[in-house]
Structure formats: C-alpha cells, structure tokens
C-alpha cells in the first residue's frame, strides 16, 4: 500500500523514491517502532533537503524536487518483493521510481534487489549489513549506508583480541542469511 505520494505532474521534474519501510510486521502484525523511526527520519530529511530557503542544506539537490511514496516492507522477503515489484511499475503513476530506500533488512534487501537490477534502479539500505550484499556481481544496484558486517567482524575481533585480551569466543547465528554470513564473516 502506498501511503504517502506526489502529485503526478511533479513526477517529471523530480527525484523519485520510493520508500521500503517496516512500519507493521507481515508475519504477526505487530508494529515495528524501529521502522516509523527511520520513516520519520527520511520524511525529515527529505523535507529538509525540498526546503531551499531555511539556509539548511539548500544546496543539496539544488534544482531537484524529492517526491517519494512510502511502502511497508512489514521485514517480510515475500513483501518487499511485492513492493519492489509495485516501485517498478506502478509507483509515481506507472512512470516507476529512481531509486529505492530499503527495505530495512538484508534477506529482504537481496530479494528487492533481484527485481531493481533488471531495471537498473539503485537500491540504497540504511541497515542491512550482510556481506553477501558487496557482491556487485550478484547485487549490482545494491548500495549501503552502515559498513558490512564483515568489517564490523573485524573491528569486534581486534576490540575482542586487543582490548579484552580474549583469545576464543563463541559465535552463535540464525541460518538465515543475515546471521549466517554475518557469523562467516567473524
């Protein structure tokens, strides 16, 4: 469902995004109040950038108008599928979206990206980790904001070896694969 949009006359003269949000979990319905925080900080920083006469980052896209249309994820592969599916051909009135932000996840990610590299649309996540991802061969308009796990791996190994002094530990993970690659990557 798309629940926040652009007039379709501003879709030619803008940069169009659509937004692959958690705000209500698919699987249990519960609501997911780490979603509504990132969707209020991309709502935040999108109004900021469209103001240019606030003297706060008026020269960011300074001839560009941010459109965007917000869909829930709900932390679901199947959804954001679907969603992804939806931001290629229907969003903004059929004229599709320029890029994609999210889904907040990375098993989600990978499979939002399979639909948004045939189209050669970007995909920018602002938290998925998995080091699967940096694989541009799999994942080609696959961008990120948080570093990979595997150099979050690195740094917890030299915080564990170097500053604890430890020198076994445990790594315990899910199958999935987040977990899985986040635990190889360690």
Not at 60 to 73: A, F, K
Not at 173 to 179: E, L, M, R, T, V
Request: glycine share 8%.
């Amino acid at each position: 469902a798309v629940y926040g949009s652009a007039s379709e006359a501003d879709c030619g003269k803008a940069l169009k995004i659509c937004l692959l949000v958690p705000s209500y979990r698919t699987s249990n319905g519960g609501y997911d109040s780490s979603g509504h925080s990132r969707l209020a900080g991309a709502l935040s920083a999108i109004k900021e950038i469209n103001d240019k006469s606030d003297g706060f980052w008026d020269d960011v896209l300074p001839d560009t108008t941010i459109v965007y249309e917000w869909y829930n994820s709900g932390r679901s592969a199947a959804t954001s599928m679907q969603m992804a599916i939806e931001c290629v051909t229907s969003a903004f009135g059929g004229t599709k979206a320029d890029v994609v932000l999210g889904p907040a996840s990375s098993g989600p990610s990978m499979n939002v990206n399979l639909i948004l590299s045939n189209y050669d649309i970007p995909e920018i996540s602002y938290s998925a980790t998995s080091p699967t991802l940096s694989n541009h061969a799999d994942y080609p308009t696959f961008f990120r904001t948080p570093p990979s796990d595997a150099y979050q791996s690195l740094a917890s190994a030299d915080v564990i070896k170097n500053v604890f002094g430890w020198g076994h530990v445990l790594v315990i993970a899910g199958a999935d694969a987040y977990s899985a690659a986040g635990a190889a990557a360690f």
